[in-house]
């Protein structure tokens, strides 16, 4: 057996010829720089298994210095993980570096390094093995960073990977990456020092930190001065220094305290700007969750950090030891300011995984989540997602999660799983309704109201029709109303990912009378994620229980979901199979919980638990498993959003110029939380109040003068009738409306205008710029926002991009400065290159539509599916000025996505997405393809994007997976 030992290495900074990258590289300074985790295989006996810390200091035996890293290697610690690694640094593209370490064993032993970078795929770039024996020995590599920025992004992490076989002690030491060929060894800086503290200080305003140093070259006297400084604005909170005198290779301790620190998160820096520390400062949660109030939690499993191993097709779980101690991520998570555990992404959530075998069932971890939830003072939940049913994704068999019982079950006689949903590369099994709600029947029957809430089939919309999860609803729900009646059972989870509409499958719920069939309802707002999005998050919960209200089926809301926070960065996604989880700011994911409260909702857990941490030394890879994960700003964040929040009655809603103000009742106090919607407003406030930052600090000074931007801020009112002082108070900023989504829409300009004037407004809007001519376009009073498209002439010569003026008057005149981008005119027969070396030309007639593709540089790559590999996706429209601005942004219902593989013997894995036409293509050559299908004379949208060894370019728009807007206008004519 194989065993693997992680180190990272990844970009944060540069360095010459011959310098070493790594500081503290020969550990004189301890393990400062470095981590790492273990984990061991879970044996669903309740109990963990800790193997302990992944390395240790060796003061015993040293190649160079006094110290060394020791580890304890065993084959015969059955299924122990092992991961180690090192601080963050930059390896520049194009060039070569030498990885080099000594090593030593305690037994004759082959040890093997693999260097790989996370980019658009795994790739390696440097690989070599080394024989370890019971003398120091030096060893070497050479790495190759790929020569194109284009490959190498700003943020890809370099990891050096060590794997090893048999039992054995191995010592390291004197590591050292430097560019070029290799060099004698030598420390990254004469000086060099490290920073041990904690990294959560709960209520406790005191923080010291052991800062230990050494001098390399000769005896050392001077001053290492610490910055303590609020993140992630960079203001300076206090400055120490201190003295030290350190004899020649010799590390000593000194100690910095800093007192009375506020609530929320500071990074220590400018000891030698070697090392980066964070400490966040948090209140000790009091309240506990309440079934009639407001409640925040986290998606968290099973409280503890257990999985199946990265792409594993068994049920064998891990524990990873990224809290450190079997329990802490419990209490961490209670910490973060959460009442309740949602429990989506434990392993036991699937009925395969929970139930291998009919009617074995494996109730250890779930007995121990429970546990730990009592321990924790948190309200358990059990979620059952719909990948309990999901046999093939994307291409991949999910092996033993579905055993076989479940596929030999399906109703359709389809062990091998099909499409039963919209989203086109997820096959399902459908067993019959009696399994799934008897699988439901054993776990409350063994466990009688001891969940607040069981979800069932959560985002199914995606998955399966209405009918189908109707008939599974059905007997599921009279199992826990029989057994678990104090439970809440949620059965109508939609989600508005991959083009899915939360609002559109409440229609169809209500539809196929299925509303009796949940006690609440779940969402998972991807199509309206922030209060900037397209659909506000804010309106759109309005509308949803505005609709429900007036169909007479309103229930609780609980928000399950909502991983992608910021519209930016939502559609700015730069991998193509990469989920952001978590928002630029903590900013966004307190304006989240705000709207749910405030908006009515009764429970609001977005994020998962590991957007809530980071590593000191790996801050750029907050989701591979680093080292021990400590809080962050989402933490500190969230701490004080659960002080204000949880337990909160909503009492009502202001909106005036472009603020968003929710009142509400906690604690026997009347609060706001309010913010800017557009970054830059002043409020003039009425009454008598309190004010608080992001995270719970009083901010004295600010009298009734609030300067507010997206960071939300908190008021304790001391007014009798907040509201009413509300109401009078006057919030100014710069204009009456704010605009967004800006679109040249052939002939017209498209526009999405949002009144913050406070009240209904009539007016007009008109474009001004040198390159075109336009009219006013008037509009009737409106409040909230409104689309618009207005109409233009576009003048010669004008170029692709260029700045305009949008001009409205309403109640007075605004002028907001914007950029209007064009959308390429493609001509008949015209050969357009993009992307390299990529081209395509396009033909007309006899009412079909012909592209003739060149792909001179594609390799032909098969990878899972076909969007994994290489292949060329067309998009088309026929009707590019219909449906809403926000369509542009991807496509909508009149639009076809044709993906065809560019791989070998790829002709039957064509998928065809959205509107369905009759395709054909053929690979004339490996570097050119010819596709072809009906198309109606007109003005049509044709967008182009390749996919190219895991490299993604397009010919319009934006070179991501989730924009592929930019349609090229195109006229069909015979």
Known sequence: MRKILFCLLSIACMGHAGENLLWNSSFELGSA???GNRGSRYENNGQIRDPGP????????AAYGQNSLKLELKTNEQNTIWRFVTHEVALLPGKSYTFSFFAKSNAASTISFLCQ???YAWQTVGSAAFNAGPEWKRHSMTLQVPDSPEKQKANDKFMMILAYSGDQTLWLDALQMEEGPLTHYQPQGAVECAVYMPSCLVEDDSLEAEIRAISYDSDFTGKFHGKLSAVPADKPFAVQELTMTLPQNKAKNGTMKFKNLPYGIFELTGLNGVQKNTVVRVRKPAAEYQPDRFQIGVISGCLEDIWPKWGAVDNTLYWRGQFGRPGAMAQMIRLSGSTWNDSWLSPVGRIGLLQPTPGQFAWDVVDLHLRLAAEAKLAPTFVIPAQSLLVSRQGQDEGHQVPQYIRRADRFGRPEGARLGPWENFKIVAPPAGLVADHIKAIVMRYPNKFVMIQLFAEFNGYMPVSMIREYAKLSQQAVRQYSPQTVFISMTPTGDFNGSVGGSYQEIIREKACDLTDAYGFHPYDSPMDDSVEPAHLAIRKLRSFLQKSGVEKPL??????????????????????LYYAPDPGALVRRLAIDMGEGCHASSPLPYDAYFSNNHAPNNPRYPTGILVPNGFFAAQNAAGHFMNGAKALGVIEKNGILCYVFANRSKIF????SRDGRRTAEMQGAFKVYDLYGNPMAGTGNTLQLDRTPVYLEWQSAAPLEELKKSVFSGVNDFAASDLKWLNGTVGVRLRNESGSAVSGSVRLSSPYLQGQSLKFDPFEGEKEFRIPVVLKPGAPQEFPVKLI?????????????KLNPVLENAQKYTFGGNNAFRVSYGSGKLVLDIFIPECKGLKGADVFASDSAEIFFDPLPLEGRIEEFKRYNDSTSQIVIPLYPNGESDIRILGKKLPVSFKRISPERLIVEFPAQPGVAGLN?????????EAFSGQNNYCDRSGFAIITLEE
């Open 54 to 61: 992944v390395a240790e200091i060796d003061a015993a035996a």
């Open 944 to 952: 182009l994007a390749i996919n190219n060894n895991g490299k993604h």
């Open 672 to 675: 706001s939380i309010l913010w």
């Open 33 to 35: 720089g470095y981590g």
């Open 117 to 119: 970078s996370n980019q």
């Open 808 to 820: 409205t008057a309403g109640s007075r005149v605004s002028t907001l400065e914007c950029t209007l």
């Open 558 to 579: 609980w928000q399950t979901e909502c991983y992608y926070l910021h519209k930016e960065n939502y559609y700015n996604l730069r991998h193509p199979n990469m989920e």
